[in-house]
């Protein structure tokens, strides 16, 4: 059984979870449907101070979903012990990684791609530089928050005040990511004269190359005795 | 050049020495806390002769008059907030390859002291930026990191204290501490290259006067003996408690049992 | 004393093991070695190390002090080996709430290798679960619970079983389907540990026996 194939069943299974419980989902969606409400309630009124702060509330948002996604996806394996059962399959803990990382990563994305259309309503922004564009970069920083999300939401689930502790591990790492990720956002939205768009990309790709890696070479020290 | 040249091997040269100091020195510094207590004294003494002749002796800045004076204190602590901080990355390391348990106790010590100091110098680094800019606080890449720095250690303690297994808080927080170490550069490129779009921020980077060089020098060997005394005093706390913590390994009766 | 099982194929070789949590050692200097075939009864108190031997046997968890060999493997250098040919079956049952019975064992199955696949509607059966086979195990009680774990670890046809108060939640039928199971895998040629309160029944299954007092092997 190797790792990619491991991985690929893990990612299945979870896919399959979430599909099972997308009562769940949907809750989690109006929470980010709120918090993007509230940011604008938050600043001022200013339309056009709304529209240059779009990516940063939207990536916010997705921030804050994602310590309850990630969370939860290491409740239900702790809660049977159902990561043991995993790696004593045998699973190489290094596909269970990649599995459920890939398959934190696809909720990500999809979450913000839903939030667009509202970002679109709510902060009166257009996608000057067109839409696969913006999803290919709504992909890239979903993965740069699942990578190191996954293993610290591993951490977190097995220590005390793991609800708090999980935010507390993850958004200080994630700042660069997130800074890349807004930033990269808010050129695809408004437009990017100074042809920035490319570095940023590229920073954010760096990003995950290092993230991943770390990951995937750190986790089983996490998971195993 | 050539004096950059020397200035690095210099600070290597303390930062590997720091780092073997650490790993020899603590242990003894268990048994002996007057020799940590030295090391405090001795950092006080100096810390106070260096206060003194960066606040009286050196001469005023020539575009910031009196004010820049707290950089005496700010820059040293940032220095020595990142020597922890980096040493700290280096007994995590170690620790996850062997699990030596002086790593681990000189990891949690390093990351506090590095803490401090980073508290230090980001809040004398507000107050030097009020007077100076007008605001407490500016986006330039170092504060910005340095307060990224400081949340994400307070993280690592966090964490520490949340996990009650010992051999479990030891792997994890030093599986953290790896990722946090890399993360910093990278908060350091992200924020500079999002700054450079902005606008630049000016520090005096070039001391000129040789009172002044010499006022910066000695306080940082004053902070490093302060650094010194935290990491061995706080490594002497961690060991001791981890004695009370971890059961010595269990004696063997005298008659066994086989199946 | 000579050791008699010297130059035997092992398929336990538990040499000096001791585990400790924080301030608490859960095992101390236990040994312990068993043939291929064999069947062991583990007996003591709660708390006196039973779960920890089991979870230390299975590499769920590492000893923190001596070695532990199944089959010639060592656990500290080839996990994998290992719990390919090992299973569990404990306190905790492995399994994910909001997937079905089926659903699980398949998930198992998938990791195992492809002709694990074509055992899982019949392990279904044997265990009694065919007619819930898709419901989600949220809803199952917790004798059922029991009875899917069960089929988890016959889906692995392990070499080695470690069974953690199997009779545990069963009702008398119950427990008489597991006796039957745990001598079905005897006669297959499966090493057994069986840990129980139930001693009589342990005793019927089990041809020798080991007694743990506060992690500590306990004179006989």
Partial sequence: MNILRGAWVILAKDMLIEWRTRARLNALLFFSLATLFLFSFAGSSDTSLLRQNAAGYLWLAVLFASVLSMGESFRIESENSALDGLRLAPADPRSIYLGKAWGNAILLWTLAVVLVPFMIVLYDVSLTMGLPRLLGTLALGALAISAPGTIHASIASNARARDVLLPVLLFPLLVPALLSAVRATALVIEGDPMDQLTSWVRLLIVFNVIYWGLGFALFPRVIED | ?259 | MPDPLEGAGLAVDVQDVSKRYGRRWALAHVSLQLRPGDSLLLTGHNGSGKTTLLKVLSTTIAPSLGAVKVFGSDAKVDREAIRRRVALLSHANYLYEDLSAEQNLRLLARLLGDDAQAQVPTLLDKVGLKARAAHAVREFSAGMRKRLAVARLLLKRPQLALLDEPFGELDPAGIAQMEGIIRDLKTGGTTLVLATHLVEQGQALCSRRLHLSEGRVAQQ
């Fill in chain 2, 1 to 259: 050049m050539v004096t950059q040249i020397i200035i690095t091997v210099v600070v290597t040269a303390i930062w590997v020495g720091l780092l073997a100091f650490f790993y020899w020195g603590c242990e003894r510094g268990v048994e002996k806390p007057r020799l940590v207590g030295t090391f405090g004294i001795l950092g006080l003494l100096l810390a106070v002769s260096g206060e003194y002749y960066g606040l009286f002796v050196a001469p005023p800045e020539s575009a910031m008059g009196d004010v820049y004076r707290i950089f005496y204190v700010h820059v040293p602590a940032d220095w020595m907030a990142f020597m922890a901080l980096s040493l700290n990355f280096v007994f995590s390391v170690a620790f996850l390859f062997k699990k030596n348990w002086r790593m681990d106790s000189l990891a949690e010590a390093s990351a506090e002291a590095g803490l401090v100091f980073g508290i230090m110098g980001v809040c004398t680094g507000s107050i030097w930026a009020r007077p100076t800019w007008g605001t407490w606080w500016t986006w330039d890449p170092r504060l910005t990191t340095a307060a990224v720095l400081l949340i994400a250690y307070g993280g690592y303690l966090a964490l520490r204290r949340f996990v009650d297994d010992p051999e479990k808080r030891g792997v994890w927080s030093a599986v953290w501490a790896i990722f946090a170490a890399v993360d910093l550069p990278l908060v350091w490129f992200s924020v500079k290259f999002w700054r450079s779009i902005h606008q630049t921020q000016s520090t005096p980077e070039t001391i000129r006067d040789p009172r002044m060089q010499w006022s910066l020098r000695w306080n940082a060997f004053a902070f490093l003996f302060l650094l010194i005394f935290f990491v061995m005093s706080r490594y002497r706390i961690s060991r001791l408690a981890r004695e009370t913590e971890m059961a010595p390994p269990p004696e063997a009766l005298p008659v066994g049992g086989h199946a």
